[in-house]
C-alpha cells in the first residue's frame, strides 16, 4: 500500500495554502504568525517551487535558475519571516554584460549604473536622473498606455545600446518585452536599481529549510508529495464558496479559506473549475497571456579544481542589438550565466555554473523524445562553447553537465504551459478579483508585475494574506454574533 503522505492531517483548518513557492510559503507563514490553522500541500518532493535546487552526484548542489533580487528582500524576509534568514542575503559583486556592442561591468547599484551610462554610453546625468526619476513615479493605477519599447525610444531616441544595458537584465527577471506595458518594466527595474543585486548566501537549500522550520515553528502543518485534485466549493445562502480541498488520493479537508500559489491559469481551470466562476470572469482569464519560459544548462566543476571570477551575473549574446523575439527564440545566442563561487555556500570549495536561455514553451512541447533529447544536448554544447570564450579550458574542469527546458518546468511545477514567468500584465487583475468572484479563494504568485522574481512573490503572499486575515477575522466574529442572537 502507497505510503499515505497526509496521515495525521486534520479534516479541517483555517487556511490551506496549496503550493509552497515563495508566495505560498510567506502567506502561509504570515497566517500562521496571526494564530490561525494552517495547513501548506506541495505535490513535489521538495518545498520552494521555482526557488528550490537539485543534487547530483560528485557531490554537486545545483540551485535552480538564476536568482538575483533587490535589497527590499532583506527587508521583506527579517518582517515576515527571521532576522537570520534575512542576514545572509548579501550582494553580488559584479555584473557583466557582453555582447556586440558592449563589454561592461557594473555593481548594479543606482551610483555605479549611472557611471557606466554617462562614461561609457556618453549620457547626461541630469538626463539619467530624470529617467530614474520618471520609472519610480509610475504607479499600478496609472493609466499608461506607452509600451516599454515607447518608453525608452521616448528617452533615449536611436540609442539601441542604451536600451540593451536596460532592458536585458529586466527580460531575465520577469519575462518583460518591449511590447509589454512600461509599468512591468518601470517598477521592476526601479526595484533593482538602488543598491545592487542580492542573492541569498548559503543556497536555495539552505533557505527553504529554513523558511520551512520556521513554518513549523509557527505551528503550520506542512506536507510535501500531495497533489491537489480540486478545490472544494460548496453553495451557501445561493452563492458559491471555496471550502476546502479535495487530494487527488480523495481526502476531503476543509477550511475557512484556499490559499492557491499555483498558476492563476491552473487555480481557476484546473483547481477551482470554471463553471464556478461567472461568465464574464472565465472570459477575462482565458484572455490573460501566460508569460515566457526558460531553458537552463547546469555544469558541475569538479571537485578540487578551481575557475577564475568572471563576474557573478554575466549576460551575454551574439545578437547585434537587443531583440525580445531573438531573446526567446529556440536557437537564441543570448544566455546569462550565474556563476556560484565557494563564498555562495560557506564551508564548500565548489563551483557551479547555471546558464539560462528565455524560451518559449510551444517550441519544446511537441518535439519527439529523441528530438527532446537532441535539443537539450544542443543547449548544453553551445552553452559549453559559449562559457568556454570567459574560462578557456573550462570543459576539462567539468565533471556534471545537464539541461532543463520548460517541459522540466512543467513536470516539477505543474506551470500552466511551463512558464517560468508567470503572466503578462494583465494577469494581475484576475489574480486579485479571484476572491471577489469565488468567495473563500485566494491566489499569490507570479502574475504581471507585483515587482517580480523571489521578492514579487514573497510580497505577494504577504498582501493576499493580510487579505485572508482580515476575511476570516470577519467571518468569525459574524459567527459570534449570530450565536448570541
Given at each position: 500500500?502507497a505510503?499515505d503522505?497526509?496521515?495525521?492531517?486534520?479534516?479541517?483548518?483555517?487556511?490551506?495554502?496549496?503550493?509552497?513557492?515563495?508566495?505560498?510559503l510567506t502567506?502561509?507563514?504570515?497566517?500562521?504568525?496571526?494564530?490561525?490553522?494552517?495547513?501548506?500541500?506541495?505535490?513535489?518532493?521538495?518545498f520552494?517551487?521555482?526557488?528550490?535546487?537539485?543534487?547530483?552526484?560528485?557531490?554537486?548542489?545545483?540551485?535552480?535558475s538564476?536568482?538575483?533580487?533587490?535589497?527590499?528582500?532583506?527587508?521583506?524576509?527579517r518582517?515576515?519571516?527571521t532576522?537570520?534568514i534575512?542576514?545572509?542575503i548579501?550582494?553580488?559583486?559584479?555584473i557583466r554584460?557582453v555582447?556586440p556592442q558592449?563589454?561592461?561591468?557594473?555593481?548594479?547599484t543606482?551610483?555605479?549604473?549611472t557611471?557606466?551610462?554617462?562614461?561609457?554610453?556618453?549620457?547626461e546625468?541630469?538626463?539619467?536622473?530624470?529617467?530614474?526619476?520618471?520609472?519610480?513615479?509610475?504607479n499600478?493605477?496609472?493609466?499608461?498606455p506607452?509600451?516599454?519599447?515607447?518608453?525608452l525610444?521616448?528617452?533615449?531616441p536611436?540609442?539601441?545600446?542604451?536600451?540593451?544595458?536596460l532592458?536585458?537584465?529586466?527580460?531575465y527577471a520577469?519575462g518583460?518585452?518591449?511590447?509589454?506595458?512600461?509599468?512591468?518594466?518601470?517598477?521592476?527595474?526601479?526595484?533593482?536599481?538602488?543598491?545592487?543585486v542580492?542573492?541569498?548566501?548559503?543556497?536555495?537549500?539552505?533557505?527553504?529549510?529554513?523558511?520551512v522550520?520556521?513554518?513549523?515553528r509557527?505551528?503550520a502543518e506542512?506536507?510535501?508529495?500531495?497533489?491537489?485534485?480540486k478545490?472544494?466549493?460548496?453553495?451557501?445562502?445561493?452563492?458559491?464558496?471555496?471550502c476546502g480541498?479535495?487530494?487527488?488520493?480523495g481526502?476531503?479537508?476543509r477550511?475557512?479559506?484556499?490559499?492557491?500559489?499555483?498558476?492563476?491559469?491552473?487555480?481557476?481551470?484546473r483547481?477551482?473549475?470554471?463553471?464556478?466562476?461567472p461568465?464574464d470572469?472565465v472570459?477575462?482569464?482565458?484572455?490573460?497571456?501566460?508569460n515566457s519560459?526558460?531553458?537552463?544548462?547546469?555544469?558541475?566543476?569538479?571537485?578540487?579544481?578551481?575557475?577564475?571570477?568572471?563576474?557573478?551575473?554575466?549576460?551575454t549574446?551574439e545578437?547585434?542589438?537587443?531583440?525580445?523575439?531573438?531573446?526567446?527564440?529556440?536557437n537564441?545566442?543570448?544566455?546569462?550565466?550565474s556563476?556560484y563561487?565557494?563564498?555562495?555556500?560557506?564551508?564548500s570549495?565548489?563551483?557551479?555554473v547555471?546558464?539560462?536561455?528565455?524560451?518559449?514553451?510551444?517550441d519544446?512541447?511537441?518535439?519527439?523524445?529523441?528530438?527532446?533529447?537532441?535539443?537539450?544536448?544542443?543547449?548544453?554544447d553551445?552553452?559549453?562553447?559559449?562559457?568556454?570564450?570567459?574560462i578557456?579550458?573550462?570543459?576539462?574542469?567539468?565533471?556534471?553537465?545537464?539541461a532543463?527546458?520548460?517541459r522540466?518546468?512543467?513536470?516539477y511545477?505543474?506551470?500552466?504551459?511551463g512558464?517560468?514567468?508567470g503572466?503578462?500584465?494583465?494577469?494581475?487583475?484576475?489574480?486579485?478579483?479571484?476572491?471577489?468572484?469565488?468567495?473563500?479563494?485566494?491566489?499569490a504568485?507570479?502574475?504581471?508585475?507585483?515587482?517580480?522574481?523571489?521578492?514579487?512573490?514573497?510580497?505577494?503572499?504577504?498582501?493576499?494574506?493580510?487579505?485572508?486575515?482580515?476575511?476570516?477575522?470577519?467571518?468569525?466574529?459574524?459567527?459570534?454574533?449570530?450565536?448570541t442572537?
Open positions: 500500500m505510503y503522505w497526509l496521515k495525521g492531517v486534520a479534516d479541517e483548518y483555517d487556511v490551506i495554502v496549496i503550493g509552497s513557492g515563495l508566495g505560498g502567506g502561509a507563514n504570515v497566517l500562521a504568525k496571526a494564530g490561525h490553522r494552517v495547513l501548506l500541500l506541495e505535490h513535489h518532493y521538495q520552494g517551487g521555482l526557488a528550490t535546487w537539485f543534487t547530483r552526484k560528485g557531490g554537486h548542489i545545483f540551485d535552480i538564476l536568482h538575483g533580487f533587490p535589497v527590499g528582500m532583506i527587508k521583506s524576509c518582517k515576515y519571516w532576522k537570520e534575512s542576514d545572509l548579501v550582494p553580488l559583486k559584479d554584460f555582447n558592449m563589454d561592461v561591468w557594473t555593481t548594479f543606482r551610483e555605479d549604473y557611471r557606466v551610462l554617462v562614461e561609457k554610453f556618453g549620457l546625468r541630469t538626463h539619467v536622473e530624470k529617467f530614474y526619476d520618471y520609472l519610480r513615479a509610475m499600478f493605477y496609472d493609466n499608461n506607452e509600451t516599454t519599447g515607447e518608453m525610444e521616448r528617452f533615449f536611436g540609442r539601441d545600446d542604451v536600451k540593451r544595458l532592458m536585458e537584465p529586466i527580460a520577469n518583460s518585452t518591449l511590447d509589454d506595458p512600461a509599468i512591468t518594466y518601470g517598477i521592476v527595474f526601479s526595484n533593482f536599481m538602488g543598491s545592487g542580492y542573492t541569498f548566501r548559503g543556497g536555495s537549500d539552505l533557505l527553504i529549510e529554513k523558511m522550520s520556521e513554518l513549523k509557527n505551528g506542512v506536507r510535501k508529495k500531495v497533489l491537489v485534485d478545490i472544494l466549493v460548496e453553495e451557501r445562502n445561493g452563492q458559491k464558496v471555496a480541498i479535495v487530494a487527488t488520493s481526502r476531503v479537508i477550511a475557512k479559506a484556499v490559499l492557491s500559489n499555483a498558476n492563476i491559469k491552473n487555480t481557476i481551470f483547481l477551482g473549475g470554471e463553471e464556478n466562476f461568465a470572469f472570459a477575462e482569464a482565458k484572455a490573460v497571456r501566460i519560459s526558460s531553458c537552463q544548462v547546469y555544469f558541475g566543476i569538479r571537485k578540487g579544481e578551481t575557475i577564475p571570477h568572471i563576474g557573478d551575473l554575466v549576460f549574446s545578437n547585434p542589438k537587443f531583440s525580445s523575439t531573438e531573446l526567446t527564440d529556440f537564441t545566442t543570448s544566455r546569462t550565466f556563476v563561487y565557494p563564498d555562495t555556500r560557506p564551508g570549495d565548489r563551483y557551479t547555471v546558464v539560462s536561455l528565455n524560451g518559449q514553451y510551444a519544446w512541447k511537441e518535439l519527439s523524445e529523441d528530438g527532446y533529447e537532441r535539443e537539450k544536448q544542443r543547449l548544453i553551445e552553452s559549453l562553447v559559449a562559457l568556454e570564450k570567459y578557456p579550458g573550462v570543459r576539462a574542469k567539468i565533471d556534471w553537465m545537464e532543463a527546458t520548460p522540466t518546468i512543467e513536470r511545477t505543474q506551470h500552466f504551459s512558464t517560468s514567468f503572466t503578462k500584465f494583465e494577469g494581475l487583475k484576475v489574480s486579485m478579483e479571484l476572491s471577489d468572484k469565488l468567495p473563500g479563494l485566494y491566489h504568485g507570479s502574475v504581471g508585475i507585483i515587482m517580480s522574481g523571489w521578492l514579487g512573490t514573497i510580497n505577494y503572499g504577504v498582501i493576499t494574506a493580510n487579505k485572508i486575515d482580515k476575511a476570516i477575522f470577519q467571518m468569525k466574529q459574524s459567527a459570534a454574533v449570530a450565536a442572537t
